[in-house]
């Protein structure tokens, strides 16, 4: 396994203690000697629209694709901090750079570019995020707790977020819903 696990899924066991995880997959976006920084990517905010996060931060939407286009939880930590994940460049002015093809960003600039439909290429919108203290991740996979594999932009932005969870699972060749939590002796 890769010592850093930027630009690669967590994917949460059946044995998964944490209820806040269950069943989520989770794209690292940091992972350094302080620790991870990562965002659940298939749990979307319940009547939770972007159209509706832009207006509570007085941005006029005139991109109609964004309508239905709901946001998600990306997890319990800071849920009033919004980050968009999107492919491209970082060339906003809070962005920096996962992977050849994917960045993080923070700032308003991205939300006033897609509230007009300027922002090119593909996105989530996530409230929260997850995090772990330096080892607590590798100790949590050791555990466990996730299964991990490579990132693909497919799963990342073009997959329902319902579906997720198992087609990270198919990528490693498992049917999640055949793990189980159970030990048992033969």
Same mark, same amino acid.
């Given at each position: 396994?890769?010592?850093? =696990?930027? @630009? @690669? &899924? ?10 806040? +995880? !269950? ?18 990517? !298939? ?29 998600? /939880? ?8 919004? +980050? ?9 002015? /809070?962005? &920096? ?21 300027? #922002? /090119? %290429?593909? &996105? ?6 997850? /995090? *772990? ?10 555990? %466990?707790? *996730? =299964?991990?594999?490579? #990132?693909?932009?497919? =799963?990342? +932005? ?6 997720? *969870?198992?087609?990270? %699972? ?7 819903? &055949? =793990?189980?939590?159970?030990? %048992?002796?033969?």
């Amino acid at each position: 396994m890769s010592k850093n =696990l930027a @630009h @690669h &899924f967590l994917i949460a066991t059946p044995q998964m203690p944490d209820d806040r +995880f !269950n069943r989520s997959v989770v794209y690292i976006c940091r992972h350094d000697k302080q620790g991870a920084l990562g965002l659940i990517i !298939n749990n979307p905010l319940a009547d939770t629209t972007i159209v509706r996060l832009l207006e509570d931060l007085d941005i006029e939407c005139q991109n109609k694709t964004l309508i239905h286009e709901m946001a998600l /939880s990306g997890g319990p930590v800071a849920p009033e901090v919004g +980050f968009v994940l999107h492919t491209g460049q970082p060339v906003w002015a /809070s962005s &920096f750079g996962i992977s050849e093809n994917v960045s993080i960003t923070t700032s308003r600039d991205i939300l006033e570019h897609m509230a007009m439909g300027d #922002a /090119s %290429g593909h &996105f989530q919108m996530c409230l929260g995020h997850a /995090s *772990w203290g330096a080892k607590q991740i590798m100790t949590e996979i050791e555990q %466990g707790d *996730w =299964l991990v594999c490579p #990132a693909d932009l497919e =799963l990342l +932005f073009k997959t329902p977020y319902d579906k997720r *969870w198992h087609k990270a %699972g198919e990528k490693m060749g498992l049917n999640l819903d &055949f =793990l189980s939590a159970d030990v %048992g002796n033969a």
